[in-house]
């Protein structure tokens, strides 16, 4: 899109250029106006149509760095479109960030935002499961680190020459190996056999039912704390209205207590069990 002073501005923006056509300018041509546009636009109040308009010029000006860091990844074609959205807020950062004291060329300031910002959209979407940013960077440097000790050794390296290797803890190196599986994940629906029939039996059909036992041995573990917690009364009552199957009425009556003050009770002690177990999930 071409970008145009605002009707009103031009003698604010005195002394710049207007582009009507930045992703026509050569690169050359480009970074020198870059400069002057960035001396310019400090000068200029934050939210201002002189500010809006020297901003979104330099955007348009350096959109070429965005598209050269974007065809890195041109192995990922049917993502480009957001490859270059992402490098593009990358582009953006760079430019509200740059300071021209610093010396430095913005290419070579902004490159690694437009860069870092790409790879940090691919950490956060191409896991198949959620896992700790910790353990997707040491994912990275595992990779490399194998890559290096196969040349060596020519075979896989163990979790300890890994662990030697980066200078980490062993149990360290096997938590990111663990947690690599989580990088892609396979359909339930592929066969076990490799030709493809569509017959075949498939990796769902070896899969068993949810185990609602299992359920049951997991929240008694989580209840017993909770329960321990409780005074002696509490306890009393529990035990002879879910292990003895006592009544409200019996247990009043071997309590000294009506029946609805025993409901009351139970409801009690059940919600504040239950909250407990909430608190643990």
């Known amino acids: 899109m071409a970008t145009t002073i605002p009707t009103g501005t031009e003698a604010e923006i005195t002394g710049l250029p207007e582009v009507s056509d930045p992703a026509g300018v050569a690169p050359r041509d480009a970074k020198e106006l870059s400069r ?40 990922r074609s049917d993502q480009m479109e957001d490859i270059v959205q992402v490098g593009t807020i990358g582009l953006i950062k760079a430019i509200d960030r740059f300071d021209l004291s610093r010396e430095v060329e913005f290419a070579t300031f902004a ?12 950490r956060d979407t191409s896991w198949s499961v959620h ?66 029939d569509s017959g075949s039996a498939t990796i769902g059909d070896r899969l068993g039912a949810p ?17 321990e917690r409780c005074d002696e009364r509490d306890r009393l009552i ?28 139970l409801t009690r002690i059940t919600n504040r069990l239950r909250e407990g177990l909430l608190a643990v999930e």
């Open 36 to 75: 002057r546009f960035f001396d310019r636009l400090a000068e200029l109040e934050e939210g201002s149509e002189e500010y809006q308009y020297v901003r979104n010029t330099l955007i348009e000006l350096n959109l070429s760095l965005v598209r050269y860091a974007a065809g890195r990844f041109r192995n």
């Open 111 to 122: 490159m690694p935002c437009v860069v870092g910002e790409i790879k940090r959209f691919f």
């Open 131 to 196: 896992v700790p940013r910790r353990l997707q960077e040491l994912r990275i440097d595992l990779a490399r680190a194998t890559d290096e000790l196969y040349q060596r050794l020519d075979r896989s390296p163990t979790a300890a020459e890994l662990a030697a290797h980066l200078g980490l803890d062993e149990d360290e190196v096997i938590e990111g190996l663990v947690a690599a599986n989580g990088y892609s994940a396979g359909s339930l629906d592929l066969p076990l056999d490799d030709g493809g």
């Open 211 to 227: 185990d609602r036992g299992l359920d049951l041995v997991e929240n008694v573990q989580a209840l017993k704390p909770l329960i």
């Open 238 to 265: 529990l035990r002879m209205r879910y292990v003895d199957e006592m009544t409200q009425a019996q247990i009043g009556a071997e309590l000294g207590v009506s029946q609805m003050h025993v409901s009351r009770l």
